[in-house]
């Protein structure tokens, strides 16, 4: 039935029929596999329903999607659901024209080209050639890329909605909440087989499936585990010499420098081997590429982006424009303001603690009772209490002012949310640690303050992940029925009219077992993002370098959570959160600079710590007049600074045989166009050619005049 | 008679005939420009001789050049010279083929393409429509890619001269040293106009004609000049605020530090302001690409570069390979520890400076007279001779090193180099500013060293400068009367066999104007690069800005010498030097973060400065602990750094409109090369296609079905 039958393939292509997957009930013709669901808000009008499915089955000719889509009707109060599917064909189609990377039977990695296809690896098997987050994103792309034309001015519908042409329709009905939710079906045999692989308990020692991962989840997703592992195992150093340390306490000056000295340096090696390991996975994974000013310009506007109809800079399509001096603006009149205030009020709250702390020993009862007791944890609780309330405020206003702001990129909006975030955690997290060690100037406080807040986070964090497969197991029991629920009436409505018309071409349903799947998913919890996860590691990243000298078993600790860490969060994705979409990336984004300013930071605090320790002032001689002894610590912080600033220099981010493939590639398609523009020049000016071999042809004359003089022989004679 | 006539033409071709240039005295075929000159060594051997002339005047499908060739055999001691030219055809295909950028009558930069030659600018006159910057790279790159072919072993009569097939045949004879030199002609009359333009003196207060630089020096040597006009610019303010700052003297903390502090931030604007300004510049000339790992592997490797022979690991070409560690060991082991100690020869002499200066104070007689005076000046005059014989050395040395590390590419050979010398020269210049301010802590002796060191400097610089003129007059005339004497002879040895041979085919004489103008250029001084003359602005950046609060008036004097300076190297490179090979660059290279070092030292030279500064501890409130003022200071060079750090990271490297236009072209070769990898797929797999349309064709039936019960009809019908 596929029409690759028709390219010559070196079987008999009789093996193209035996489509794997599940049993069908039907005939296999009538059942596809659905990839990708689309909910519709139960208020949702008829009309605007109706036309995005006509646009998506559409054939491509026509400005359509060419998708096999199957609706679900809700009754009344729910939710109509539409399933997306495709056939054999158009995703192999898809696959090429979206430039998929497959492999090829030599190891390479190449661009999917379809005449050509039975020399990748796998082809045998055109069904499953390509793996589900492949179909997933060759879809959604195909979703995305539904236009409105010149004439449609606005959603059939809602006349409030307006189009302009060119604009992707599905995220103008997610924008205005016509559809509610859009996500992806999850790939129940290749889950589990990733699943058993991944989180299982006995694996826990094991590397994580980070390959794997990346081809079910997608990129974006695989760099946050591999970079989860990556700081887990450079942990393993710095909490080893942390335990030595720990047991064997020994007084010399040098003890905590060493100690500082080493994590300094090594917090910078990290760093920088982090990104010269993730740019290799991301070339393997065939992403790696300069994310220049062309592909931002390519790049569409986020969905809730807004300006005055203007047209893109670069590629001249019709686009909303939002002037840059405006957004600079809001961000230095309004953000700026906004976000310093909260930062002040935080820092005030911080005082507040203290002094109340202050004041409850002075002026407390100082009985060993438990009320003592309380009164004395007083100021902790509501210091904790107030900073929970104030977080809540912080980020709701940090969403807000960053929509306010009106960046054109998913990938800027999320880059100025996490310095939002990260502000004001740095303030929450840090801030008092500062004002312990270089106001209060108080070690010991530092050590017992930096030493329970550290643990109690990670007790608290550890708990409540370790709740989590608990919770999971109570909640799918209740998401199962109600999908049970919700899948037996998306059963019975099958003969609603939009499904009659569709069932009448004969190839639109979908098993049961999907319709099972997709009520079950529908009920699952959405991912955030890694954004939370990066912030809390970015945290804990903090208190293992910031004050490393003052707490060296901060590594121990945050090693041993990392490590539990890793596979609660691989069983969030894998049982607890809805499939999410593929994203692309090829770095960490902003959470690299963020991280390198904590190593920079770092050095400072370190270098303030060691010389304000009372006991280094008495190791050092004691004639050293306070000024030089404080000049002392000052140039070995900038000799620390410059060892840093070499070590991230002299650490190359490519390693070698990436960039010597990555020239080879750029050199073999530069050698092919070089070819063809040779074939057009010789096929589009043959006189002048002509002429130039005329004119070659009289020097061979007077060449061969010179060869008979045995001038031209060469080496031959001599 | 020129090819191009074939195509199809505007006009009616007739002004192709009517070449400019100088009067030929015999019929025009017979005659050509040379544009090349190549010297032979008067012992060089005859068959190796005639084999180049042989292979430069072959065709191209023969491994040929295809170049016009004229021999003048000198006699017993002088050496033989070819003038090499080429025919108009010959030169448009080259720049064709090497991608020479023109302007399109629209005005944008175009790779040259023939087909279409008659929508450039200036393509009426195709003799002069390339430039003679343009027509010496189209024969140079001719000249080079003569290659030596599977079974040319070696060169013709040196049997111990071996060859490697693809090895450029010219380098091998340049780096063996059978040929001599090898030089462009001036183009009189372009040099006409851009010496009056330039170097003018009613022209001092122009702004330079860089375009007009570039297009008749390149690109490297455009970039020199540009870069000394945008410091000298950059010097203006510095120079005002040190004036006013001379003028007015008033006495308070932040005198100094106002200073300072906006010389250290004007500094790092002026660094990223050239890095911008010099983009776009490189923009605008069509250079600014990425120097990725490809086209360092493209890069041919240097004339001096020795290894076994294997392949080129991208191209898979053969090519000497010289393993890595191999020169990483000699780095380590050989320059590291040979440089080291010259440093630390240098810095003794340094102290020994001072120590017989300090003694001879101290110990000498005390009388007023000459003697004393030359006494007290002995070890200045000792030092500076000293100085002088060392320098001589450790370049010498720093050439052998560099030779002997054996870098592959030029690039990194010329990096390599410049980081040697700038080492010695900081040693020399600089590190006795910081003996005087941080060791001795004399800030009276630093102003009047840094004042005295600057100002001697220039002027004896500005002397030798201003002499450059006088001794050109002198030495062009004995020029002129030797290159008569050269001149005369070629005249008369035309009648040797090589040349006869040549006269039969009718085309290859050249006129005697152009052998005047061969002979005197041979006598002509080599450029040596500009590297020193970067030194010299690195060595003078540095007294501006690393003790900038000392001594406010640097600037102004650096301002003044580099007004002149302009000009007389300017003099220099129009009638002094050979013209030398135009090359591409696209920054100034190792030079730019040269720069930015300097600019990050000053920052803690300065604070450190104006920390110990006696009067402004004054002014500072008597109760500050000497701990807190140092902290004080210590706080101020890292907000000062940080905002350096800002300014870097604010500063786009590039402007918007140019990465925008960069954009555009990206986007269209994109769109151009989807639209021919369409057409290819379309043409190599019909059936594919066809049998997606009959699909499309069967869904379109559906649709039809769908719009007659109104559905699709969209927003009408709401």
């Given amino acids: 039935m596929s029409v690759l039958e028709q390219l010559d393939h070196p079987g008999n292509g009789t093996e193209l029929k035996n489509r794997a997957g599940k049993p069908a009930e039907g005939s296999k013709e009538d059942h596809f596999e659905p990839n990708i669901i689309i909910e519709f808000d139960p208020k949702s009008k008829q009309a605007a329903l109706e036309w995005l499915t006509a646009k998506l ?112 329709i ?31 308990f006995n694996k826990y020692f094991n590397p994580q499936p980070i390959n794997s991962i990346q081809k079910y989840f997608g990129t974006k997703i695989a760099i946050y585990f591999s970079f989860l592992g990556f700081y887990t195992v450079s942990l393993i150093p710095p909490a080893l010499i942390g335990v030595i340390y720990f047991l064997y306490p020994w007084a010399s000056m040098y003890r905590e420098a060493t100690f500082a000295l080493f994590n300094l340096i090594w917090s910078t090696v990290f760093l920088e081997a982090w990104k010269r ?27 809730d982006y807004h300006g005055t109809m203007g047209t893109n800079a670069v590629t001249g399509k019709p686009e909303p424009v939002y002037p840059k001096w405006k957004r600079v ?66 980020r709701t206003i940090a969403a807000k002012l960053n929509k306010y702001e009106n960046h054109r990129l998913q990938s800027s909006y999320e880059n100025h949310l996490i310095v939002k975030l990260i502000l004001f955690e740095f303030v929450n997290s840090f801030m008092c640690l500062f004002y312990v060690a270089f106001y209060l100037q108080d070690t010991t406080l530092l050590k017992t303050f930096l030493g329970t807040t550290l643990v109690t986070q990670q007790i608290v964090g550890q708990v409540g992940e370790a709740m989590v497969p608990f919770f999971f197991v109570k909640r799918r029991q209740t998401q199962l029925k109600q999908a049970a629920k919700r899948a037996g009436k998306a059963g019975t409505d099958m003969e609603s ?81 809805r499939r999410p979409f593929t994203q692309q ?67 190359p981010d490519l390693p070698k045989w990436v960039s010597l ?4 590639q750029e050199y073999q398609a530069k050698l092919a166009l070089r070819k063809q523009m040779k074939e057009d020049i010789s096929n589009r000016k043959p006189k002048l050619v002509d002429r130039i071999l005329d004119a070659a042809q009289k020097k061979k004359v007077l060449m061969d005049a010179f060869k008979n003089k045995g001038v031209n022989k060469g080496p031959t004679d001599v």
Same sequence: chains 1, 2.
């Fill in 57 to 168: 089955q559409a054939p491509r000719v026509e400005g359509g999607a060419e998708l096999l889509v199957y609706t679900s009707h809700g009754e009344e109060e729910e939710e109509t659901v539409l399933y997306v599917g495709a056939t054999v064909d158009r995703l192999l189609i898809g696959a090429e024209e979206g430039r998929i990377q497959k492999k090829y039977k030599n190891g390479d990695l190449r661009d999917l080209s379809l005449t050509d296809i039975y020399n990748y690896e796998n082809a045998d098997d055109l069904d499953n050639f390509l793996t589900s987050a492949e179909k997933q994103r060759v879809i959604l792309k195909a979703i995305e890329s539904v236009r409105a034309t010149d004439d449609e001015t606005h959603i059939p519908g809602y006349s409030q909605h307006h189009l302009y042409p060119g604009k992707s």
């Fill in 170 to 200: 599905i995220k103008k009905y997610l924008s205005r909440k016509i559809v509610t939710s859009m996500y992806p079906l999850h790939d129940e045999e290749s889950l589990k087989r990733l699943t058993s692989e991944w989180c299982s």
């Fill in 277 to 303: 390991y993730c740019n290799t996975q991301c070339f393997t994974w065939g992403v790696l590429e300069g994310s220049g000013s062309l592909s931002k310009s390519l790049e569409e506007p986020r969905a």
């Fill in 329 to 394: 603006l809001k961000f230095y009149l309004v953000t700026v303001p906004i976000i310093s205030l909260c930062l002040v009020v935080a820092f005030f709250a911080m005082l507040a603690y203290f002094w109340a702390e202050h004041w409850i020993k002075k002026h407390g009862s100082q009985d060993m009772g438990l009320l003592t007791t309380l009164q004395n944890l007083l100021p902790t609780i509501v210091y904790a209490i107030v900073i929970g309330i104030l977080n809540t405020i912080y």
């Fill in 497 to 577: 009219p939009a499904v009659v018309r569709q069932s009448s071409t004969g190839s639109c349903k979908v098993d049961d077992s999907y319709k099972k799947q997709a009520a079950l998913e529908g009920l699952m919890d959405v991912s955030a993002g890694c954004n939370d996860e990066y912030l809390e590691m970015y945290i804990q990243f903090g208190y293992v370098y910031l004050f490393s000298c003052c707490f060296p078993l901060a590594a121990l600790w945050a090693l041993f959570n990392n490590f539990i860490e890793i596979r609660t969060d691989a069983f969030k994705f894998c049982k607890v959160f």
């Fill in 585 to 651: 990336a090829n770095s960490i984004g902003a959470w690299q600079p963020a991280f390198e300013i904590i190593g920079l930071i770092s050095v400072i605090t370190n270098c303030a710590l060691i010389g304000m320790d009372p006991g280094v002032k008495k190791l050092l001689p004691s004639e050293l007049s306070p000024v030089n002894y404080v000049l002392i610590f000052v140039a070995a912080e900038h000799i620390v600074l410059a060892i840093k600033a070499g070590v991230a220099i002299l650490v």
């Fill in 661 to 664: 493939q990555m020239a080879k």
